[in-house]
């Protein structure tokens, strides 16, 4: 099955956008090659462009602290485990507190090193990073693995604040949510949402033997689903019948 997720506000599509990023550079770094290194380093200066949202460690912390509020609200309730409660309310308490400590923006420490900042200036550049640009940058590329690994740990580890308390707030909504299976008729799906809840995300999985493609759109009202199917290199609505999964996280 294929999933695909869309967020009905700002706030959690740059959550999205920083969890993509974060997947990325932890499949990169423990990597040897010299190539998958530069492309980890790229990606830190990524999340750094992304997190530079001035308002976005704000909106962490507060989403934390609703979350805990609403996690302490279970406390005594004979249907919940009380273990697994306190375990999770010390997550997101350990996550408030990382958040907390960060002092400006996620990777501000970065930012007082000249020479990673030198690469970050040519790094948007096509083919910017060539050795006759940037020779000890070349240089650190020919490091042992190990080295470049190590660097490429203590640089990220400034972003470690901002990774959990992300990952951590997208497996709460997403766990928010209930599947439920649904039909596409003729390619067209549309679900009105009920009022008084705030969805901010959808979750769909489709089987990918289906060779149909979704596109998402959606807002506090109604969710909508239009199916299209490839036809050579380019996509075409289609008419077909198709059942997928829907969930809706709020």
């Known amino acids: 099955m294929i ?6 506000n700002e706030r959690i ?4 956008r920083l969890e993509h990023l974060f997947r990325r550079l932890g499949e990169l770094i423990p990597r040897a090659h010299p190539l998958d290194h530069h492309f980890a380093l790229t990606t830190i200066f990524e999340v750094m462009e992304v997190a530079s949202r001035a308002d976005l460690k704000s909106d962490l912390m507060k989403d934390l602290d609703r979350h805990r509020q609403v996690l302490a609200g279970y406390r005594g309730n004979p249907a919940i485990s009380e273990a697994a409660l306190t375990a999770v309310i010390t997550q997101v308490d350990d996550c408030f507190q990382g958040l907390n400590r960060m002092n400006g923006k996620a990777g501000q420490p970065l930012t007082e090193n000249e020479w990673l900042m030198g690469i970050r200036s040519r790094a948007g550049i096509p083919a910017g990073t060539c050795e006759f640009d940037l020779p000890a940058y070349f240089a650190w590329q020919h490091q042992p693995p190990e080295r470049r690994r190590a660097d490429l740990e203590r640089w990220a580890s400034t972003l470690g604040a901002l990774a959990e308390s992300v990952v951590l707030l997208l497996k709460l909504l997403r766990d928010s949510g209930t599947p439920q299976k649904v039909v596409a008729q003729g390619g067209q799906f549309q679900q009105p949402l009920p009022s008084g809840r705030t969805f901010q ?7 990918p033997a289906l060779a149909h493609v979704p596109e998402i759109s959606g807002n506090r ?12 290199e380019r996509l075409q609505p289609s008419l077909d019948n198709v059942p997928f999964e829907l969930t809706l996280c709020a």
């Open 3 to 8: 999933l695909y997720e869309y967020p009905f």
């Open 201 to 207: 995300l959808a979750r769909l999985r489709i089987n």
């Open 221 to 232: 009202l109604i969710v909508s689903v239009r199916l299209m199917r490839q036809d050579g």
């Open 13 to 16: 599509r740059t959550y999205l």
